[in-house]
């Protein structure tokens, strides 16, 4: 079974410009979350996707967003990108909302 | 608000030397509790996770960890390492509300260095 699938593995975007990454989950599985790592802050959840809908955000602004699809893919997109958004964005996907998370291997975004 | 504490940033041990890395979670509720590994560059793989039951749980590569609620520690053991398991360790906690899922919170990490 193919593990979750995020591209680009890699991004290098201006200031002020926007972004959209992209997320396929394992088969079969419906939630897809998203966090935010960097050395400072850590981990961050960003949202949480189940069928189609939103059903938690974290502590980011707005310029944060993110989609998901009927067949289970999700997007997020980041507008108006600021240096402190260089990070590695990890998506995860499980079954339902409370089994365990898989990880994909995360798309690198350097903002210059 | 829900909080995990890895108090080791690093750790080093020698190889085939006994390892336990420490996690200390804070949560109202019975908490899903989680072990994860990331190695440079690379998303997080899952090593074992607790939901309910037996408060020791097995994983993958070795690893065992031991719930205990008296102590909110969720504490990570390996009896010997091997050069392979260098890498960031990573203990969360799940935690969900209506129906849906607020997100996995995150310890610091710590970081793990095998002496040859």
């Known amino acids: 079974k193919a593990g979750v699938t995020q591209t680009p593995r890699y991004l290098i975007k201006t200031r002020g410009q926007q972004v959209t990454l992209s997320c396929s989950p394992i088969s079969g599985h419906r939630s897809v979350s998203w966090y935010q790592q960097t050395p400072g802050q850590g981990l961050q959840f960003l949202f949480e996707?189940?069928?189609?809908?939103?059903?938690n955000k974290g502590n980011f602004p707005g310029r944060f967003s993110g989609r998901q699809f009927s067949n289970s893919r999700s997007e997020m997109n980041v507008s108006t990108l600021e240096l402190g958004d260089s990070a590695l964005y990890l998506c995860?996907?499980?079954?339902?909302?409370?089994?365990?998370?898989?990880f994909g291997q995360g798309t690198r975004l350097t903002v210059v | 608000a829900q909080s995990v504490t890895q108090p080791d940033i690093h750790i080093t041990v020698s190889e085939g030397a006994s390892l336990e890395l420490r996690c200390n979670y804070s949560?109202?509720?019975?908490?899903?509790l989680f072990w994860y590994v990331q190695s440079p560059g690379q998303g997080l793989q899952l090593l074992l996770k607790y939901f309910s039951g037996d408060t020791l749980v097995q994983g993958i590569k070795g690893f065992e960890a031991e719930f205990k609620r008296s102590q909110s520690s969720f504490n990570l053991r390996k009896p010997s390492v091997h050069w392979s398991d260098a890498a960031e360790y990573f203990c969360?906690?799940?935690?969900?509300?209506?129906?849906?899922?607020?997100?996995?919170?995150f310890g610091k990490g710590t970081h793990l260095i095998i002496q040859p």
């Open positions: 949560y109202g509720a019975t908490p899903y």
């Open positions: 995860a996907s499980s079954t339902t909302v409370n089994t365990e998370a898989f």
């Open positions: 969360a906690v799940g935690t969900y509300s209506g129906g849906g899922a607020d997100g996995l919170t």
């Open positions: 996707y189940f069928s189609e809908t939103q059903r």
